[in-house]
C-alpha cells in the first residue's frame, strides 16, 4: 500500500491557490501593478513619438500649439498685463483688466510638462493619499 504522491501534488496546489486568492502575495501584486503601470506609460510614449513624427502638422504640431499657448498666457499674465498697466497709468490712460483665470490652464501645462507623473510614481511607491 503505497502513498499516492500525484494525489498529494494536486491537493498541496489546490490549497496553494486556495490561499493566495483568500491572501494574496502582496510583493507579486505590487509587481503586476508597477509592470501595469509601465506598460501605460510605454504605450503613452510611443503613441507619442508616432504623433511626433507625423509629417501633418495637425498631428504632430497639436502638442506644441497648445504649450505655446499655455506658455504666451503665463507670459501675458505675469509680464504683459503689469507692463501694460503701468504703460497705460504714466501714459494716463489708466486701465483695469483682470488677469486670466489659469486655474483651468495650468493643470493642461503641468500634465504636458509631465508633472502629473508624480502622483503615479506616490502611488506606485504607496506615499500618496488613498
Known sequence: MGLDVTGLGAVADLATTAINKIWPDKSEQEKQQIAAAVMVVQGQLDINKAEASNPSVFVSGWRPFIGW????????????????????????????????DLSEMLPILMGMLGLGGLRTVEKINRVAAK
Not at 89 to 97: E, F, K, L, Q, R
Open 69 to 100: 499657448c499655455c506658455g504666451a498666457a503665463c507670459v501675458w499674465n505675469w509680464l504683459g498685463l503689469p507692463v501694460a498697466k503701468f504703460v497705460m497709468a504714466v501714459s494716463g490712460h489708466p486701465i483695469t483688466m483682470s488677469p486670466a
